[in-house]
């Protein structure tokens, strides 16, 4: 498993929520993808073992996005929302996140 590469305390801090919205419901029903919010430092192998030692599942890969923030105003003030980073993690076959099971 490659979650002994990382320090189990990083790992924790890694997957920021999943992210449900009707564009990831299509990607997770379509691709069998599941769509992450994590820290914008985060890299691919540590999204990896973050997955695999929370859910206890086996990923075959993690493509990631940078997303930047909108540009908002009020008045005569500008400001900007905050980056974030997105990972859309593919299990190997046979393997399923139930997020219902995992909260209780």
Known sequence: ?????????????VLVA????????????KNEQIVFRVTTDATK???KAAVELLFKVQVESVQTVNREGKQKRSGAHTGRRNHTKRAFVCLKPGQEINFTEEAK
Request: proline fraction near 7%; hydrophobic fraction near 45%; charge should be negative.
């Open 45 to 47: 192998p540590e999204i």
């Open 18 to 29: 999943p992210v449900i919205s009707e564009k990831a419901t299509m990607v997770a029903e």
């Open 1 to 13: 498993m490659s979650a002994l590469k990382f320090s189990e305390e990083r790992l924790m801090k």
